[in-house]
């Protein structure tokens, strides 16, 4: 089975533009959070999505967006984006039967974000 | 709200050597453990799962142990080897849903 995808794996941007991250949960899964991974602060978490509604958020400025698909993809956008957001943003799926979550998150290799 | 440590920050053992990480979590309203593991620039492999109502789990040379009350788990390491070097994290997961909090990990260093 395969497991969580993201794309692109490396991007480079500089200060001010915006930029869009996918990710493809495992088959299955309805369950998508998002995680933002830094030297300074470790991971930390952005935002979670479950049948195409925000569930969950983090302590993040409003520059920092998501959406989920019918198909359960998910997308994170950033927009006028700043030094700091110089990160390695990693995507998690879960499986969810009926209203519990199975707990056990399976990520994705991450998507490195480079902001000049 | 939550806070979650780990303790060393850095550890460098001889293969062979069984070893102990250890967490800590401010807040024992948890609703499980996870321990992960971080290769350099990939993403995280999840290594054991701890429901609040456990003590412990194992698989293969991994044993994580969890106090609930104490605010403390523990991941230990039998016989060590140079393949098990990478950053090993722990996170907590509070509520339902999918947030989990990590700690910022021990770097772990087999040398052969």
């Known amino acids: 089975k395969a497991g969580v995808t993201q794309t692109p794996r490396y991007l480079i941007k500089t200060r001010g533009q915006q930029v869009t991250l996918s990710c493809s949960p495992i088959?299955?899964?309805?369950?998508v959070s998002w995680y933002q991974q830094t030297p300074g602060q470790g991971l930390q978490f952005l935002f979670e999505?479950?049948?195409?509604?925000?569930?969950n958020k983090g302590n993040f400025p409003g520059r920092f967006s998501g959406r989920q698909f019918s198909n359960s993809r998910s997308e994170m956008n950033v927009s006028t984006l700043e030094l700091g957001d110089s990160a390695l943003y990693l995507c998690a799926s879960s499986l969810v039967v009926g209203s519990r979550d199975q707990e056990t998150q399976y990520f994705g290799p991450g998507t490195r974000l480079l902001v000049l | 709200k939550q806070e979650v440590t780990q303790i060393p920050a850095a550890l460098s053992v001889p293969e062979g050597e069984n070893l102990v990480l250890n967490c800590s979590f401010t807040?024992?309203?948890?609703?499980?453990l996870q321990w992960f593991r971080q290769d350099p620039g990939k993403g995280l492999t999840s290594l054991l799962l701890?429901?609040?109502?456990?003590r412990e789990q194992t698989s293969g040379r991994l044993n994580a142990s969890l106090d609930k009350s104490s605010g403390r788990s523990t991941l230990y390491i039998a016989a060590s080897q140079p393949g098990d070097s990478a950053t090993y994290l722990c996170?907590?997961?509070?509520?339902?849903?999918?947030?989990?909090?990590f700690g910022e990990g021990t770097q772990l260093t087999v040398n052969p």
């Open positions: 807040d024992s309203a948890i609703y499980n």
């Open positions: 088959s299955g899964h309805r369950s």
């Open positions: 999505y479950f049948s195409e509604t925000q569930r």
């Open positions: 996170a907590v997961k509070e509520t339902s849903g999918s947030r989990l909090t």
């Open positions: 701890i429901q609040s109502s456990q």
